[in-house]
C-alpha cells in the first residue's frame, strides 16, 4: 500500500481495478497528505518495520524513536567523559569509537568493521558485538546487505549497552567517584598482607597455603566417600563399568498446571534474562 502511495499522485499499475474514478483519486491524494503530516513515507516505513520486529517480543527497534531527542546530548556526554575498560573487555567501547567517528553521516547504513585497525591482512577488523543481546543484534543488522548495520538503532544499542556496563562496573569514567574505576581502589599487596590472617580467621579458612590445599581436599575426600557409599542405591546415576563415563537418567516431570504455564509466560514476557552479578550490581546502584 505504501509502495503505490510513495509515488505520483496517480495510482501506481494495477493498484486500481479498471479505471479510476475521480473519488478513488481523492482518497488516494488524502492518504499521501496523511502519510506525509505523519512524517513522511520513510518514517512511516520504519514505524512499520519496528512494529513488525516487536511482534516477536523484540521491543529494540522500538528504542531509537524514544532516544532520536537525546541523541545530541549523549554525543555531547561521550565526547566529554573519558571512558575506561575495568577489565581486558573493551568490546563495548570499540563500538562506541565506531559509533562516534560515524556520527555526522546521514546514510543509514555503516559498516560493522572496526574504522582503524587492521588485521595483517590489511583488511578492516570487525567489531565485537558479543556484549550486546540477540534482540539487539536482529535489529541492528540490515537484513538486505549482510555486514552492514543500520545506524541509527546501533546508535541507540551502544548507548543502551554502555549504560549497562556503566552500571556494572565493566566500563568506569576516568575521575569519576560514582562511576570510578573500582580496580583503582582495591589496596596494594603490601597493605592487604598484613591483614590476612585476621581476615582468614573471621572467615574460618586457613591462612597459609598448605593448610588451605588440606583443608580442601580434605573435605573433597568425604563427599567423594559419601557419593560412592550411596551410589548403590542411587537410581538416577550410572556409571559405564567399561569407559568409567557417568550419565544422569532423564527424569520425567509431572504434567504442568494451567496456571503454572501462564506464570511462566507472563515471567517470560516482563523479565529479561539477566546474570546473578548483574542483578547484584543492579541492587547495589539503586540501593547504595
Request: glycine share 6%; net charge negative; proline share 5%.
Given at each position: 500500500m505504501l509502495t503505490a502511495l510513495r509515488g505520483s499522485g496517480e495510482?501506481?499499475?494495477?493498484?486500481?481495478?479498471?479505471e479510476a474514478s475521480l473519488d478513488d483519486l481523492l482518497a488516494l491524494k488524502n492518504?499521501?497528505?496523511?502519510?506525509?503530516?505523519?512524517?513522511g513515507f520513510e518514517a512511516q516505513l520504519s514505524e512499520l518495520e519496528a512494529l513488525d520486529a516487536y511482534r516477536g517480543s523484540n521491543y529494540t527497534a522500538l528504542v531509537e524513536r524514544f532516544f532520536k531527542?537525546?541523541?545530541?546530548?549523549?554525543?555531547k556526554i561521550a565526547r566529554r567523559l573519558s571512558f575506561t575498560a575495568t577489565s581486558t573487555d573493551r568490546s563495548v567501547l570499540d563500538a562506541l569509537d565506531h559509533?562516534?567517528?560515524?556520527?555526522?553521516?546521514?546514510?543509514?547504513?555503516?559498516a560493522d568493521t572496526h574504522p582503524t585497525r587492521k588485521d595483517e591482512n590489511g583488511e578492516s577488523v570487525p567489531l565485537d558485538l558479543s556484549f550486546a543481546p540477540k534482540t539487539w543484534l536482529k535489529t541492528v543488522y540490515s537484513r538486505e546487505q549482510p555486514g552492514m548495520l543500520v545506524r541509527r538503532h546501533f546508535e541507540a544499542m551502544v548507548f543502551a549497552c554502555l549504560v549497562d556496563e556503566l552500571r556494572c562496573g565493566d566500563v568506569?569514567?576516568?575521575?569519576?567517584?560514582d562511576y570510578g574505576d573500582w580496580t583503582r581502589m582495591l589496596l596494594p599487596w603490601e597493605q592487604c598482607e598484613p591483614k590476612l590472617a585476621g581476615f582468614c580467621e573471621q572467615a574460618g579458612i586457613p591462612a597459609t597455603a598448605s593448610e588451605f590445599t588440606a583443608r580442601l581436599r580434605e573435605r573433597l575426600t568425604t563427599i567423594a566417600?559419601?557419593?560412592d557409599a550411596g551410589y548403590p542405591d542411587n537410581k538416577d546415576l550410572t556409571i559405564d563399568p567399561v569407559t568409567g563415563v557417568p550419565s544422569l537418567a532423564v527424569r520425567r516431570a509431572g504434567e504442568r498446571t494451567a496456571s503454572a504455564q501462564k506464570l511462566e509466560e507472563t515471567l517470560g514476557e516482563r523479565l529479561s534474562a539477566r546474570s546473578v552479578l548483574e542483578h547484584l550490581a543492579r541492587a547495589a546502584h539503586w540501593t547504595h
Amino acid at each position: 500500500m505504501l509502495t503505490a502511495l510513495r509515488g505520483s499522485g496517480e495510482a501506481a499499475p494495477g493498484a486500481w481495478e479498471g479505471e479510476a474514478s475521480l473519488d478513488d483519486l481523492l482518497a488516494l491524494k488524502n492518504a499521501r497528505a496523511a502519510i506525509e503530516a505523519a512524517g513522511g513515507f520513510e518514517a512511516q516505513l520504519s514505524e512499520l518495520e519496528a512494529l513488525d520486529a516487536y511482534r516477536g517480543s523484540n521491543y529494540t527497534a522500538l528504542v531509537e524513536r524514544f532516544f532520536k531527542p537525546d541523541r545530541p546530548t549523549m554525543f555531547k556526554i561521550a565526547r566529554r567523559l573519558s571512558f575506561t575498560a575495568t577489565s581486558t573487555d573493551r568490546s563495548v567501547l570499540d563500538a562506541l569509537d565506531h559509533v562516534l567517528v560515524h556520527q555526522h553521516l546521514t546514510r543509514p547504513l555503516v559498516a560493522d568493521t572496526h574504522p582503524t585497525r587492521k588485521d595483517e591482512n590489511g583488511e578492516s577488523v570487525p567489531l565485537d558485538l558479543s556484549f550486546a543481546p540477540k534482540t539487539w543484534l536482529k535489529t541492528v543488522y540490515s537484513r538486505e546487505q549482510p555486514g552492514m548495520l543500520v545506524r541509527r538503532h546501533f546508535e541507540a544499542m551502544v548507548f543502551a549497552c554502555l549504560v549497562d556496563e556503566l552500571r556494572c562496573g565493566d566500563v568506569a569514567v576516568i575521575g569519576a567517584e560514582d562511576y570510578g574505576d573500582w580496580t583503582r581502589m582495591l589496596l596494594p599487596w603490601e597493605q592487604c598482607e598484613p591483614k590476612l590472617a585476621g581476615f582468614c580467621e573471621q572467615a574460618g579458612i586457613p591462612a597459609t597455603a598448605s593448610e588451605f590445599t588440606a583443608r580442601l581436599r580434605e573435605r573433597l575426600t568425604t563427599i567423594a566417600e559419601t557419593v560412592d557409599a550411596g551410589y548403590p542405591d542411587n537410581k538416577d546415576l550410572t556409571i559405564d563399568p567399561v569407559t568409567g563415563v557417568p550419565s544422569l537418567a532423564v527424569r520425567r516431570a509431572g504434567e504442568r498446571t494451567a496456571s503454572a504455564q501462564k506464570l511462566e509466560e507472563t515471567l517470560g514476557e516482563r523479565l529479561s534474562a539477566r546474570s546473578v552479578l548483574e542483578h547484584l550490581a543492579r541492587a547495589a546502584h539503586w540501593t547504595h
